[in-house]
C-alpha cells in the first residue's frame, strides 16, 4: 500500500527558531498516526504545513504518490486534496444551527444550500460513524464534545480522506474522550486516516497504529504501536529517563489553612453553581476535585481567588475571613492560582516573556520603584531563571508570548504562578497540554511544596492525575461535594460512577 500523504526531509524556520529540521512524515489510508514530542517539538507546525497553513522553507510533499509544487500549495488546495483538519478553537459561529454552520462552511455547496439534503448527510454521517449531532440546535447550546463532532461532519463534507487532530482531548472529559475514540476507529477501519497529536500516552496506545516521534524539531523515528512501549517513548521525546510515577512523602496533613462553610454561588448565567459546598484544606495536604466538567469546579475555583462573589457561607484562610473575597485579598492571604483559561485570564497574548512573569506583581519593590518604573535587569534576571528552571522553549524573551507554542505558554503561566510559594494553591488542570517532562516537574513542583507546608486544591478532570496526586478527593456534583475519600481508598472506577451522581448518566 501506498502513503496517502508523504513528507519529506520538511523544514521550517521561524526568526530565531528552527521549528523543523528535516523531518520525514508519512500517513498510511486508514491508519491513525501518533504525532508525539514535548511542548515546542514542532507538532503543530508540521501539520499546519501539511494544511496549507505555513509555507515550507524546505522539503516535499507527495499526496497519493504525486509530488506536489510547494508554490501552489495553500490551505484551498491542501483541503481540495483531502486533508482536513479539526479545529480545536472551534471555528464555528455560536448563534447559528448545526446544519447552517456546516451547509454554510462548504464552499463547493451551490449559493442557495441543499439543507434537506445536507441534513440528510448529516444523518448519514450519525448513523455510521456515531457522529450524533441535533442539525436545528445552536452551536452555544452544545457541549465541547458536540462542537468537535460538527468540526469532524464539516471535514468529512469536503470529502477529507485525512483528519488532522491537535490534541482533541486535551478539552474532554474522560468519557467523552471514550466517545471520541470510537468515532475515530470507526472512521479510520472506513479508511480515513487520522493524524493525532496528544501527551497522553495512554490514549495513544489504545488508538494509533504507528508513532511519530520529534523532538526539538527534529525527526527522532517512526515505530509501530506494537512494538514499544510508554517508557522508550517517553526516552524518545524527551531524551532521558522519564519518572512517570511521583514519589509521595507520607501524608501528614497539618493545622486547616482553607475552610470553605456552606458556599453557595452564582454561574455567569446566573443559575447556581455552587450549592451549600463544605470543605477543609489542611497544610501539606493536596485535595482532588474530581467532577464531569460544568459541576462547578470553575465557580469553586473563582470563590476561593476572589474572581467570584458567594451569596451564601463563609471562606477561611489560616483563620483569616475572606468571605468577602477580591483577587487582592486572596493574593494577600498567599493564595496561588493556575486558572483554567489560561489564556483568557493568564496572559496578555502581545507581551514579552518578562512582562509576562511579573504580571501579577510587578508592583513589588524587587520588580519596581513604587510601581511605576520597572527595574529592567531584576526582571529579566528573574525571567532567565524562571525560563531555564522551567525549560521553557521561545525564540527570544522579547517576543510575544502568542507565538509559543501551547504547551511552553502554558509553562509561562506555571511558572509565574508556582513560583510564588503559595500557602494556599488552586490549581485547575495543572498539566493540561503540557509534555510529560513538564507534567512531571509540574507535580514534583506540587509535591515540594505540599511538604512544604502548602495546602492545595487540585481540581482536575483527568483522573489518574488526581489519584496519583491528591491525599484525599472529593467529588463534586452539580455544585455539591457528594463524598470525601482517602485517595488510597479509593479506585479510578469508584471516582467515575460518583462523578456522573452515581445512577445519572454524563450528558
Ligand atoms: N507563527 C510562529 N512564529 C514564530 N515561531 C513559531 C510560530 N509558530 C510556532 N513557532 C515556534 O515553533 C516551535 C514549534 O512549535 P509548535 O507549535 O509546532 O510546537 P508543538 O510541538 O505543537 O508544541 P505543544 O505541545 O506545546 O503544542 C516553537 O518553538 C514555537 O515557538
Ligand atoms: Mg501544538
Redesign the pocket.
Known sequence: MKPYVELKYIT?R????L??DAVNFNVMPGEIHALL??????????T?ILSGR?DLNEGEIFIQGERIDPSKWSARAALDRGIGMVYQDFMLVEEHTVLENIALADLSIPFIPDFDQIRKTIADFGTKYQLDVDPDAKIWQLSVSEKQRVEIIKALMHGSKILIM??PTAVLTPQEADELFKIVKKLAKEGTSIIF?S?KLPEVFEICDRITV?RK?EYIGTVNVADTNEKDLAKMMVGREVFLQTEKAKYKPGLPVLVLKNISALSDRRIKALNNLSLTVHESEIFGIAGVSGNGQKELAEVITGLRPITNGNIHVNGNDITENTPRKAIKEGIGHIPDDRIGMGVVPDLGMPKSMVLKNYKESRFSFKGIFLKKAEITNYTKKLIKKFNI???GMS?PVK????????KVILAREISEEPCMMVAVHPTQ???IGATEFVRDTLEKQRVDGAAILLISEDLEELMAVSDRIGVIYEGEIMDIMLTKDTTIEDLGLKMTGGSHVAA
Do not use: R
Not at 521561524?14 to 527558531?17: N, Q, R, T
Open positions: 521550517k521561524f526568526p530565531g527558531v521549528a523543523l514530542g514535548e511542548n515546542g517539538a514542532g507538532k503543530t507546525v508540521l499546519n505555513y491537535d490534541e497529536i501527551h520529534l524539531g522553549k521561545t525564540s517576543s507565538l509559543l507554542s501551547g504547551g511552553n505558554l502554558q497540554g503540557l509534555d
